[in-house]
């Protein structure tokens, strides 16, 4: 009578577990104005169960239409150019992720020189961002990755990642620093960063005599859109 009942407890747990599993697969993709939600991550209090945070992975780009992005460098240091690549990371091509962004740069001297990455228009990720992260390629240079933003305040902040000393696909997380503006306590609307780009800095002396490519792939925000999901749908919008 025990091995009956213990078997049937165990039908039981795992037709739930089957049923929990099969909701989550259908609310994993959701939309968020224009972005693409993969995930999500409450925090709630111990004592009282009220949620403070709701943290959510967004996606930013994918790069399947990266030929509208552009690539620059002054013109006294090279010539640069950013196009759309077939190809990616293994985990991640797929029917809808065939694409990536590859970035070709060509020196003309070795100095301490730059070039920016930019989208075709600047891209508004809602609520309190809290780490961006992107595949890169690495070709073991001592090049370095930034991201550029804009706070709420629309000034113009530069992020630094991390030395690009490695060979083939990486997944780089970059931590938004709180000394970065997102918001005003008092208004919702206008929360969150745009992001406007990536830079990379050379290092003069691992300038070879050849061009430079890297590529990027997958481009997501983890961001806690708590005030964004909670606001009243009734209140008015101070944008007049």
């Given at each position: 009578?025990?091995?009956?009942?213990?078997?049937?407890?165990?039908?039981?747990?795992?037709?739930?577990?089957?049923?929990?599993?099969?909701?989550?697969?259908?609310?994993?993709?959701?939309?968020?104005?224009?972005?693409?939600?993969?995930?999500?991550?409450?925090?709630?209090?111990?004592?009282?169960?009220?949620?403070?945070?709701?943290?959510?992975?967004?996606?930013?780009?994918?790069?399947?239409?990266?030929?509208?992005?552009?690539?620059?460098i002054?013109?006294?240091?090279?010539?640069?150019?950013a196009?759309?690549?077939?190809?990616?990371?293994?985990?991640?091509?797929?029917?809808?992720?065939?694409?990536?962004?590859?970035?070709?740069?060509?020196?003309?001297?070795?100095?301490?020189?730059?070039v920016?990455?930019?989208?075709?228009?600047?891209?508004?990720?809602?609520?309190?961002?809290?780490?961006l992260s992107?595949?890169?390629?690495?070709?073991?240079?001592?090049?370095?990755?930034?991201?550029?933003?804009?706070d709420?305040?629309?000034?113009?902040?530069?992020?630094?990642?991390?030395?690009?000393?490695?060979?083939?696909?990486?997944?780089?997380?970059?931590?938004?620093?709180?000394?970065?503006?997102?918001?005003n306590?008092?208004?919702?609307?206008?929360?969150?960063?745009?992001?406007?780009?990536?830079?990379?800095?050379f290092?003069?002396?691992?300038?070879?005599?050849?061009?430079?490519?890297?590529?990027?792939?997958?481009?997501?925000?983890?961001?806690?859109?708590?005030?964004?999901k909670?606001?009243?749908?009734?209140?008015?919008?101070?944008?007049?």
């Open positions: 009578m025990k091995y009956r009942f213990f078997s049937f407890l165990g039908v039981f747990v795992l037709i739930a577990g089957v049923s929990f599993a099969q909701q989550l697969g259908n609310s994993a993709l959701q939309k968020t104005g224009e972005l693409e939600i993969i995930s999500t991550n409450s925090k709630e209090s111990s004592d009282k169960k009220v949620a403070t945070e709701l943290v959510q992975t967004v996606l930013v780009d994918d790069f399947e239409t990266a030929g509208e992005w552009r690539a620059f002054p013109r006294d240091y090279g010539f640069a150019v196009m759309r690549r077939e190809g990616g990371p293994k985990d991640l091509v797929s029917d809808r992720n065939k694409y990536v962004l590859g970035v070709r740069v060509e020196f003309m001297k070795r100095d301490w020189s730059w920016t990455i930019d989208p075709a228009k600047p891209i508004k990720i809602k609520g309190i961002t809290k780490t992107v595949w890169l390629v690495g070709r073991n240079y001592k090049h370095t990755l930034l991201v550029v933003l804009k709420y305040l629309d000034s113009m902040k530069f992020v630094k990642s991390e030395r690009m000393i490695w060979v083939g696909w990486k997944k780089v997380n970059i931590n938004i620093p709180d000394t970065i503006e997102q918001e306590y008092k208004i919702t609307e206008d929360r969150g960063i745009t992001f406007m780009g990536f830079r990379v800095e290092e003069p002396d691992d300038m070879m005599g050849r061009p430079f490519y890297t590529y990027f792939d997958y481009l997501t925000a983890d961001t806690d859109l708590f005030s964004e909670n606001q009243n749908p009734d209140d008015m919008l101070d944008n007049w």
